[in-house]
């Protein structure tokens, strides 16, 4: 066995192995490439090579691990035709958002649109593309393709858009779509309907991390590693910045979040905002509602959903009055409450006094309580996907009697993106409890024979409540009344439905 090894400039390894035997001769050539972390002081330095027209997976979770500095540079050097994959957009005035301002973004692969008006009138009047994919999807799309998968099968989005194609991807200015999403391959397996979803890779990775070490090690804080930590091995080139550069050996290895290898440009980053929602409740609001208990429609709903919190129980909350509900969790059980962008026994926060830098899927500030922990948003739907998660409490458009659900657009109106409601909704282990009012304005019907909205989910809610009922969800014999609030009569309900139901009260 002879070994040459000749180092280039550009520190390439070739590698030139002759194996001899006396009845064969192999001959083997073998190049390695190797890469060192690359350091920066200017973040423009370390992007001025991003091309017009690259694919950029851009970390970040609401309001939470933004790659700010990152994204200052791209404002500097101008970069155009970006298709950026990233969960959202920010909102209005910080992280990408301020792209979009600038027009300097193409396309947005995204799960949601959420508070940034300037992304959903973009997306509306027809200014920018954007493929919404589901949440935990998106995940696993970046996931996959960071680990050299090209597709894999999910059940989430079966029945829906995603599956059947056709939802828009770009709008023409008079309203019509000018560009639809394609139909997805579906495959039975044990049963059950799934289908393919493709990877995802990027030229550039924008990744948001705590410390780095002077090897190129990187370790992320709280709820902070979401997207960024898939993102950092799904890209040809990872470009970092973190808060903080340590000496090598700062970091016990086991400790190390993303190893070195993934990471090829480092910055410090320098004037980074702490963007937080802060939810504050003053005392004589509380005493307030306190003497109009049950007066309040939204309130009935919230007390109502948590009764269905049972000790022990793992339960993901929707935004609005799932989340809500989490206040009226009895003290005599425990509830472990779990967040699409990475945390696990997470408290809601109802005073400034305890402000943490700890950012809810909703943007709110929350603490957590002691066993909890945290992790990435791949490994969140990982849990969610998996039937882990015994409950997931949304809020809804409309449902039908069988249990579709319909609640992330009106198409041409209103846009806030699926977000992880698909995936959320996708386990066949999971109950689904819905919370909503009975009717939309004008009285309209929300419980429906069949949606006419695009639908979250086919056939995946066990149970709704709203501030007249609670009915049971029956896949094949659909709806049964179990509950009225006091009051109101069967009749009523009959009349405020539209959808037959049984009666079992």
Known sequence: LNVTISLSPSLSLSL???????????????????????????????????PNGSTLLVGGFGLCGIPENLIGALLKTGVKGITAVS????????????????????????????ENAEFERQYLCGELEVELTPQGTLAERIRAGGAGIPAFFTSTGYGTLVQEGGSPIKYNSDGTVALASEPREVREFDGRHYIMEKSITGDFALVKAWKSDRAGNIIFRKTARNFNQPMCKAARTTVVEVEEIVDVGSFAPEDIHVPKIYVHRLIQGTSMKKELRLSLRKAEDSQSKQKKSGDNVRERIIRRAALEFEDG?????????????????????????????????????????????????????????????????????????????DLTMLGAMQVSKTGDLANWMIPGK????????????????????VTMEHSAKGNTHKILEKCTLPITGKQCVDRIITEKAVFNVDKKKGLTLIEIWEGESVDEIKKCTGADFTVSL
């Open 414 to 433: 209103m846009v806030k993106g699926m977000g992880g409601a698909m995936d959320l909704v996708s386990s066949s282990r999971t109950k689904v409890v």
């Open 16 to 50: 030139s192995l002759s194996l001899s035997h006396t009845h064969t001769h192999t001959h083997t050539h073998i190049i390695f490439s190797c890469h060192n972390t690359k350091f920066y002081t200017d973040p423009v330095e370390a992007v001025k090579d991003i």
């Open 313 to 389: 129980m793992y339960a993901n909350l929707g935004i609005g009055i799932p989340l809500l509900a989490s206040n009226f969790i009895s003290p005599a059980i425990t509830v472990h409450l779990q967040s699409e962008n990475g945390v696990l026994g997470l408290y809601i926060l109802e005073s400034s006094l305890a402000l943490c830098p700890i950012s809810f899927s909703g943007k709110e500030t929350v603490t957590v309580l002691p066993g909890a922990s945290y992790f990435s948003s791949d490994e969140s739907f990982a849990m969610i996907r998996g039937g882990h998660v």
């Open 87 to 114: 969960n959202n957009a920010g909102v209005d005035n910080f992280g990408l958002g301020l792209l979009l301002q600038t027009k300097q973004i193409k396309r947005m692969v995204s799960s949601y649109v959420g």
